[in-house]
């Protein structure tokens, strides 16, 4: 089996992760370096057969550590700064970190909430620093072992998680939002399904023989009632009552008692109905109605 644990020509430790084409990365304090083949093999000894007395090893060590990465690489290993999705494989719970080097900006102390801004120099912060996705990590945290794996992580310069979480909030919203509508319109819909013509709607009818429309407001009606009476006055010998209405059809109004009235208390939108005046039969059919009275003072003002 290769071995794995290098140390520089100094004496500090270096772990191979992983060879490709003619580079080859390793882990150094915890960052993942991107190297070239070349400078690894003029660098690395193994633990085993540790050789420091090159002459040339801090200027071997400076030019390992300062030597620009590849943008790939960069992209590819988590910084500080960036925002990180984990889950602990202990308890399986995902949680989201950004990692940062501002500790008046650090949230999470102690124990591990499901987000929140962590210092790049606490135990979770130093093992994220420099892993990938799908990375598992292993972390002393006091007493505790912590393994978490990796499951994404972004740029904070993109805010692509803020964007993202802000997307998934409005979205939620704009889902409740419709869900209201849909209730009140349903809700709007069974009320007029529900609701027939009543004493004090105003009626907007067609009448079917001659295709003439025309809108009535329905008045209610009183009876008034008068007695003669006798020598005692709670006992009437006779009535005479009469039924009084404000109703005037020239000013678009009917009485309930009329036929017309009568034929449409209790109908809906649409329906055919008729009513009788002597032996003449006319049928009416309900364009729509209101229970307010905006219909007719829109139309009496068009009118003008």
Known sequence: MEERNYVLANGESVEIV?????????????????????????????????NTDSADADKLVEEFVSQKEPDHMRRKVIRSGDTV?????????KAVYTLTQDE????????YPVEGVVSEKS??????????????????????????????????????????????????????M??????????????????????GDTVCVEFLDTKEKKAFKI???????????????????????????????DEDTISETSPLAKSLIGKKRGDITSYKVGASKTEVRVIAFFDNDKWLENRKNSAK
Do not use: H, W
């Open 18 to 50: 992983f060879k490709y084409n003619d580079r080859i990365v390793v882990l150094y304090r915890g960052m993942r370096l991107d190297r070239p083949a070349d400078i690894i093999g003029r660098l690395l000894f193994p633990v085993s057969s540790v």
């Open 219 to 249: 008045l209610p009606a009183r009876v008034e009632v008068k007695g003669e009476f006798a020598a005692k006055p709670y006992r009437p010998t006779s009535y005479d009552s009469k039924t009084i209405t404000d109703a005037n059809p």
């Open 104 to 111: 008046k900006a650090v949230t999470v102390r102690g124990e």
């Open 178 to 199: 419709k869900k209201k509508q849909k209730q009140a319109e349903k809700t709007k819909a069974a009320a007029v399904v529900a609701r027939t013509i009543k004493t």
């Open 123 to 176: 135990p979770i912060g130093r093992a994220l620093i420099g892993m990938g996705t799908n990375d598992i990590v292993t972390f002393f945290d006091n007493d505790d072992v912590i393994v978490i794996q990796v499951l994404s992580f972004f740029l904070k310069k993109t805010g692509f998680y803020q964007k993202m979480k802000e997307q998934k909030v409005a979205e939620k919203t704009v889902e409740q």
């Open 85 to 93: 999705c984990v889950k602990f494989i202990e308890n399986g719970q």
